[in-house]
């Protein structure tokens, strides 16, 4: 009888341990689970404030571009300019006289104005376009 009591002891000391040792693991996965979940919950919110911080850096870039048209727009009409475009260069030619209809432009930087809608020297010159317009249309 004292044998079957050891035995007994014995296997419920073994099935405590196997106890102990399932509760240690079931811990260790619920922090592992926990450790996850908080660098997720980390990363979500660093996500979300390099995109807001992204959306506030664009829109003061926006608002910045568009102060900055308006000054250019302001400066020249107070000295009766307009900034010809050069569409095969890119160039951008700038305070021309705006007394003219129609601007043409060269690959040295030249820009001529003129009151009928006729290129003066084909061989020389292509059409500039008058910036403001581009921008107003969303052409540029």
């Known amino acids: 009888a004292r044998q079957q009591i050891q035995q007994q002891q014995q296997a419920m000391h073994a099935e405590s341990m196997r106890t102990q040792q399932n509760i240690a693991a079931m811990r260790h996965q619920s922090n592992m689970n926990a450790l996850r979940g908080a660098a997720q919950r980390s990363q979500i919110i660093a996500n979300t404030y390099s995109e807001i911080s992204d959306l506030s850096h664009q829109g003061f870039m926006n608002r910045m571009q568009s102060s ?7 400066v020249n009409a ?7 475009y050069n569409p095969s260069t890119g160039d951008i030619t700038h305070g021309v006289p705006n007394h ?11 820009t001529i104005g003129t009151e009928i809608d006729e290129n003066p020297d084909p061989f020389r010159f292509t059409r500039g376009q008058n ?10």
Do not use: C, K, P, S
């Open 131 to 140: 910036l403001d317009n581009l921008y107003d249309t969303g052409g540029f």
């Open 78 to 84: 107070i000295h009766g300019q307009y900034d010809v």
């Open 100 to 110: 003219a209809n129609h601007y043409w432009v060269d690959a040295f930087g030249n």
């Open 68 to 74: 900055d048209e308006m000054q250019r727009r302001g």
